[in-house]
């Protein structure tokens, strides 16, 4: 078959809204920009654990430290989830890492915001995983097989992330005044940081217009940063707290809020390295993968010992 | 320099008596690492009572491009189902 005849498979297969698994012959575009996504989006998962390890021995309550604990052991589960779907497009877990622990590869810029006070533990399992639910629970539907079938696994356990995060939240915003403030502090600073995440606005987005073609997302950055907000604004109302966005306001017309954009300066400052955690979170991780050098290397001897043993009984 | 071990298939039973099915892969150096890391990764809520794990590279699957010449010998054989056959309405469902 020529070349055309493979592409009109492949668009005849998107347009019945059929899935590509990874033997199908496949555009080399929608194979980088699926290696890119994908791994970009492990990525953001083992970093993801780094803010809210920061309070795993600092939890107030036992019941609040077995409940961090079991939630960062899923965000690690979810990033190796992400690296096996990237893998089946033919690039090694080696290059990925190595991509990650060069700051070649990129991450989600939110996981560059340093975590303060407990309130934040509940501010982004709240708002974080909220946000990133709103993405997930999209690409559930996306074309690439092995990506879909990763999401539709993450966005079962993802609810339980998000529901303590709001549990910590209620905790503080009905408790004492001082933890009411130290809710609404977090608040403030995770609004704008959360709005980010859903990526820069259609307009100045280079990579949206391929990924909704390709269907390998279903919605636009706006639509879904726009169901955030309608979503979220009854959830900080319930909280007594309030949106730190003096624009926030109902437009009936359009049946959602209108608000103010985040900063997107601040947010390309961040992804090209300048947020004030990167140096930390890329340190971090690359200490955590120089340490456990020796675990992999014994891992290895052994098994290749053991296997020389079989063999010679 | 591949230092993650080789990639392990994962199937997972999800109560006795149903079939096992493929729920993602893994990195392990052998057999046993992969089960444990199976059982770390895939039933963290009981997602399974029995796993099975198979080198990757044991797998022997099928390609797409032989999807129209693989298949079509049963495409023909309408016989094959249930539906093919009359039966009388005073018997019922058969």
Known sequence: ?313 | MDNQGPVWEVFLQKKAGQPFVHCGSLHAFDKEMALENARDLYTRRGEGCSIWVVPSNAIVASSPEDFGPFFEPSNDKVYRHPTFYQIPDAIGHM
């Open chain 1, 1 to 313: 078959m020529e070349i055309n005849k493979f592409e009109d498979v492949f668009e005849g297969k998107l347009a019945k809204n059929e899935m590509i698994e990874p033997k199908d012959w496949m555009p080399e575009n929608y194979r980088k920009h699926l290696i890119r996504q994908i791994s970009q989006h492990a990525h953001s998962e083992i970093i993801g654990m780094l803010p809210e390890g920061n309070w795993i021995t600092r939890a107030p309550s036992l019941r609040a430290k077995v409940v961090l604990l079991a939630k960062v052991q899923d965000e690690g589960g979810h990033g190796l989830y992400l690296y096996t779907a990237a893998e089946t497009l033919g690039v090694t877990r080696d290059e990925l890492l190595n991509n990650l622990h060069t700051g070649k590869a990129k991450y989600s810029s939110i996981f560059n915001y340093p975590t303060l006070t407990w309130a934040d533990i509940g501010a982004v399992g709240w708002l974080v995983d909220g946000a990133a639910i709103m993405n997930q629970v999209m690409l559930q539907r996306s074309s690439y097989g092995p990506y879909s079938r990763a999401m539709v696994r993450i966005c079962k356990e993802e609810s339980f992330h998000q529901r303590q995060g709001y549990e910590i939240m209620t905790h503080l915003a009905f408790g004492t005044n001082d933890q009411k403030e130290m809710a609404q502090d977090a608040l403030n600073r995770w609004w704008y940081p959360t709005m980010m995440m859903f990526g820069p606005p259609d307009s100045e987005s280079p990579n949206s217009e391929n990924a909704v073609k390709w269907r390998i997302k279903r919605e636009t950055n706006d639509q879904l940063r726009q169901r955030f907000v309608d979503q979220t604004v009854r959830q900080v109302e319930y909280l007594g707290l309030t949106v730190p966005d003096a624009h926030l306001k109902w437009n009936e017309a359009k049946n959602g809020y209108d608000f103010t954009e985040p900063n997107w300066v601040e947010f390309k400052n961040i992804i090209s390295g300048n947020g004030p955690c990167n140096k930390e979170r890329l340190a971090a991780r690359n200490k955590a993968h120089d340490e456990g050098k020796w675990v992999r290397e014994a891992a290895q001897v052994f098994a290749k010992k053991r296997s020389e043993v079989y063999e010679a009984a």
